[in-house]
């Protein structure tokens, strides 16, 4: 399945999925190209309980953590609570990028009206006068 429009984007997150998988390692991405805009994620390295699954309403992360799936009770806990901290640090790195993101963005809107043709979305100078 291809997620991004722009061919170049869709080989980049290629890439950048098979070197997560290739280092077990979990990730939230987004990319950036001169008009586009793309964000994935890979969830599901070996020591995650977590799942993307396509379901009718659309992409869905899935948890699976059955005690008959594990050899003890702590190994399962240990894959939850990896799962979660993978989950917790995603979480984080979001909010302050947003808050970050979402700051800059208003200071170029102070200073002229932009239009961001990535997501459709005008950006409008602000009149210095009702600041």
């Avoid at 799942?51 to 939850?80: C, F, W």
Wanted: glycine share 6%; proline share 4%.
């Amino acid at each position: 399945m291809s997620y991004m429009q722009d061919p170049n984007m869709e080989e980049a997150r290629k890439e950048i999925v098979a070197i997560l998988q290739k280092r077990d390692l979990m990730g939230a991405v987004m990319i950036a190209g001169k008009t586009r805009s793309g964000f994935f994620h890979e969830i599901s390295p070996t020591w995650s309980c977590a799942k993307m699954e396509d379901t009718p309403q659309g992409p869905a992360v899935r948890i699976k953590s059955k005690r008959t799936d594990y050899n003890s009770l702590a190994e399962q806990k240990e894959h939850v609570e990896a799962t979660v901290n993978g989950f917790m640090g995603m979480l984080e790195v979001h909010k302050f990028i947003g808050q970050t993101l979402m700051g800059v963005i208003q200071m170029i809107g102070q200073k002229m009206d932009i239009h961001s043709v990535s997501t459709d979305h005008r950006i409008q100078k602000i009149d210095p006068s009702q600041e």
